[in-house]
């Protein structure tokens, strides 16, 4: 069953038809999307999450200016009625789908830190591009060819490639058997 997830916006601009481009508020922006298109996963101790959580609790209001924004993938998007919100549904890797965090996966870390740490986020933006209906394929490109600010670990671009498919394959299988 896919997911839906919201994202509030101040304003959005179809790209394409199988793109938009919204600047989101950060103090309400879902931390639980899957991250399964991503390449690498969130790491607290690197440098790329240290400067992006300062980055974003030092000068909120300008951290849309310093940062170069989320990307994600979604089944489907709707704006609400009032085009404040827009809605994703998200088809998770055991649906067939791709869907999620293809790129900002320690953005979105540091946004769930310092809502934790409670930092006033609501004056904090940040451009999130959505990708329509996207293949695996399709996913992992994007995802390979916009994660290349730190250099990926060996072990993420193998799996990107889809070599160790196998095993999830094979782990899916029994928890399928468990149930």
């Known amino acids: 069953m896919p997911k839906t997830w919201n994202i509030k916006i101040d304003n959005y601009f179809q790209a394409n038809p199988n793109c938009i481009i919204a600047t989101a508020h950060v103090d309400s922006f879902p931390t639980d999307l899957p991250l399964e ?20 609790t030092t ?28 809605e994703l ?14 790129n900002g996966g320690h953005t979105v870390l540091a946004f769930e830190q310092a809502k934790n ?14 990708h329509i209906g996207l293949t695996e394929e399709s996913a992992k ?5 916009s994660n290349t600010t730190t250099p990926v670990d060996s072990r993420s671009k193998v799996n990107a490639r889809g ?17």
Do not use: C, M
């Open 163 to 179: 070599d160790y498919k196998f095993i999830k394959q094979y782990l899916v299988q029994l928890e399928r058997a468990e149930d």
């Open 117 to 130: 740490y409670k930092y006033d986020l609501t004056e904090a933006r940040v451009k999130v591009t959505i």
């Open 37 to 56: 298109p991503n390449i690498r996963e969130a790491n607290r101790k690197s440098a790329t999450y240290r400067q992006i959580f300062d980055s974003l």
């Open 141 to 145: 490109d994007i995802a390979l060819a």
């Open 59 to 86: 000068e909120p209001v300008k951290f849309f200016s310093r940062h170069s924004g989320i990307v994600l993938s979604a089944n489907k998007v709707k704006p609400n009625r009032n085009k404040t919100e827009l």
């Open 89 to 102: 549904e998200i088809l998770e890797a055991n649906e067939g789908g791709s869907d999620g965090i293809i």
